[in-house]
Structures are given as structure tokens and as C-alpha cells.
């Protein structure tokens, strides 16, 4: 995903962004063994080779989240600073309490999918490219999907030319998603909820930036994952959905929390009500 920033910030701060093609995406060679250990190390092997230096921060947008999760397991010392925007949750992370996910939709849906690309590629691959199924376009304008700021801001934006029909046929696309999805919602070889913070502790340099409408990843258990990790900063967009990144305004706010330790007010996160 594009990370839009003023270029007239990224010159205040004098910062250089790397966007670069993962494993079997644009022209980066397929990894049909890609985990999660490789994909940190092939940021460090970037980072290395590019002599962009010993320290250096990772922004991990949607299921790239994976990728950053993975940074803080695998690459402590390397990082100056991580933020992820509406990161996947993995169901499976085992500090999870049951009675937060136990009757979450997604979860059943994510299991469903899980079960089709272990054992029957094949069935899945001839499932998600049937004509009869929605099309794209209409995925993405599904209210179960996105909110009313996330349809419009598909107005503006490509949407999601991989997961088209046309594309999804090509082996090599549906392979990579594929992949993606194993990795992002398989076993783990770490806990995430059970990280150190490899951070200083006179500064926050972990941030997790979530809309609270967002129907993709849901705000109260992104609220619990930073509950269990103090280090990390959760911000919330009020009237956020899953595509966050391309709301005008917030990859400035991101930036200057990440770099500048500022803190944009309109996103700390309202407190929950409940009523008995």
C-alpha cells in the first residue's frame, strides 16, 4: 500500500521511505517457503545490502503487519522504531482469553480458509475464481467489509487488483496470497503478546494506529493486544475503517509520533461504555 506523506514532511525530517516488493509480489522472486523468520530477515538483508544503516524503522500496513511483528521478534536490535496501521490479528496467538474471540465471525471465516489452503489448494484456487461468486467491486463496496469513509475513499484509490478474478487465475498471484495468508493466520513460533520492549524506556517507539469501526480488524481486541504490551502506543481514528492509511492526514500524524514523539489528540482512543 502507498504510505501517503507530505513530501514537504519528508523533507523537514530529512527521512528516506523504502517501499519495497515482498516475496512473489511486483518482481520479487515467489518464497514458497517464506515464514515469518524469513520475511524479517529479508528486511535486514535489504536494509544491509541498501547500507540504509544499523538502525532503522519498519511501518507494516494491513497483513504487511505480519512482516513488522516479525522485526520485533527476530530483529530487536536493528529497530529504531515500529508503527503498524490496522494490523491482522492471528486468532491462534495462544494469550488470547477465549471469551474475546470466541464468538467473532471472522475467526470461523479465517479457520474455514485456513483449512482450504493447508489441504485443498486446489478447491480453494477454483473457489475464489468462479463467476458466480461477487466480483471485487462488489467486495469492495460490502458494508460487512468496510465502512461508510472506507467505500468512498475506494472511490479514489485502485482497491485491490490482485484479489480480481483475472488475477486471482494467475498461479503465481494466487500462490503468493496464498502464502500470505498462511503465514499472517498460522502457528507462530512467538507470542507476540509475550514481547519485551527493545525499545529505550524514557521514549515510546511503538505505535498501533486502528480505526474503531474497522470491520476487517476488530478495535476491541486490537485494544486488548496494546493493554497487554504498555509499550505500544494504540491510536484510534472514531470514525475509522480498515483503510486507515489513505485518510488524509494520518500518515503525517503517523510520522510525527513515530520520529517526533508528537501526539495528534483527535486520535487517542475514546473510552469504552458499558451499560449493565
Known sequence: MNFLAPQELIDELGIYILQYDRAGYGESDPNPKRSLKSEALDIEELADQLQIGSKFYVIGVSMGSYATWSCLNYLPNRLAG?????PV?????????E??????????????TMSLANYFPKLLHWWVTQKWLPSNSVIEKNPAFFNKRDIDILETIPGFPMLTKDKLREQVVFDTLRGDWMVAFGNWEFDPLKLSNPFP???????????????VVPSQIQRFVTG????????EVPDGGHLIVHYSGLCEAILKALLLGEENLSYRPRPE????
Open 201 to 215: 524506556p524514557n521514549r515510546t517507539s511503538a505505535h498501533i494506529w486502528q480505526g474503531y469501526e474497522d470491520k
Open 82 to 86: 515500529v508503527a503498524m496501521i490496522a
Open 99 to 112: 471469551r474475546l474471540i470466541k464468538e467473532d465471525y471472522r475467526r470461523k471465516l479465517i479457520k474455514w
Open 273 to 276: 461504555v458499558f451499560v449493565s
Open 228 to 235: 497487554k504490551l504498555p509499550w505500544i502506543q494504540y491510536h
Open 89 to 97: 490479528i492471528n486468532y491462534q496467538w495462544p494469550s488470547f482469553p
